[in-house]
């Protein structure tokens, strides 16, 4: 989204988190995000989340990216020293300019943030955290899931994926139970095939 890293010192990794439900395209997005990104900027992704399997190897193969499984419980919910340790890990072995997390459904964002943000003396900081809302599922997940709630009032940026797939009256809807939760954070429109703006995430 943008470069803190005057305040961080130079070498500061920083860290984007898209967060959002399980089918709402973060993958997708990503892998537009990245297929679009120069190959000298060198970006790792941490996976908290098996999605196709088809979808992730193209991610790697397109975008000349690696990917890293964290199998062993969701981001929200792993001890700190465990996440600390994958990070570390990965700006050890590829010096990256950034890195992605992409957590899975049911993660909460502020425990994730708060791990990152406890990491910014050791070389990171927390860039942005974006949530991909499904909007043809919104409002469902909306009225019967904490998370999602959750997950649309802890962000930087909201970003609305599969819109073309309903009416302007229903994304209207899906926008008017967003601003009850989160009145203030930009909402942007996802492009076909995932298509999002890098200047605007990066």
Known sequence: MHS???????????????????????????????????PDYNIVLLKNEFGDAETDSALARESHIKVTEMTNGCLCCVLVGQMKRALEEMKSLYSPDRIIIETSGSAFPAPIAWQIREMEGAGFHLDSILTVVDCINFCG?????????????????????????????????????INDLNTDTPKIRVGPDGCVDTELIF
């Open 4 to 38: 803190s890293q005057s305040l961080f010192g130079e070498d500061a990794t920083p860290v984007t988190v898209f967060t959002g439900f399980l089918g709402a395209g973060k993958t997708t997005i990503i892998l537009n995000l990245l297929k679009r990104t120069s």
């Open 141 to 177: 997940y909306e009225d019967t899931s904490y998370t999602a709630r959750i997950q649309a009032q802890y962000t930087d940026i909201i970003l609305l994926n599969k819109w073309e797939h309903i009416s302007e009256r229903q994304l209207d809807i899906v926008v008017d139970h």
